[in-house]
């Protein structure tokens, strides 16, 4: 069974840091973009980073100089290092990752991890 498992997210005070993992798993061919998302309560999922298999990455403006996503590529993980964080950062943040999982299909199925849980306390 092909999965996202996030692991990394906790109880912080502002301007502090933490370290997202997200790891795939499973009968995975090959793994293209993968990315966060965060949820805070009463709103919309919105991306935080992505990051292509060959390294390109693209940043929410709220995410820029703060945080950096990263990835391994042997391992089917993704990164999220988050530096000088606020309470508006408080979220679900999920792990999203366009995986193939067929070796008769060329197609890149989106998968979902169940989220972890930053607090940022001011």
């Known amino acids: 069974q092909v999965r996202l498992v996030e692991s990394g997210g906790g109880l912080v005070q502002a301007g502090g840091s933490l370290r997202l993992s997200c790891a795939a798993s499973?009968?995975?061919?090959?793994?293209?973009?993968m990315g966060w998302y965060r949820q805070a309560p009463g709103k919309q999922r919105d991306l935080v980073a992505s990051?292509?298999?060959?390294?390109?990455?693209v940043y929410a403006d709220s995410a820029k100089g703060r945080f950096t996503i990263s990835r391994d590529n042997a391992k089917n993980m993704a990164f999220l290092q988050m530096n000088s964080l606020k309470p508006d950062d408080t979220a679900v943040y999920y792990c999203?990752?366009?995986?193939?999982?067929?070796?008769?299909?060329?197609?890149?199925?989106?998968?979902w991890g169940q989220g972890t849980q930053v607090t940022v306390s001011s």
């Open positions: 999203n990752a366009a995986l193939r999982v067929r070796y008769d299909s060329i197609s890149y199925e989106n998968y």
């Open positions: 499973g009968r995975i061919v090959s793994i293209n973009v």
């Open positions: 990051i292509t298999r060959d390294g390109s990455r």
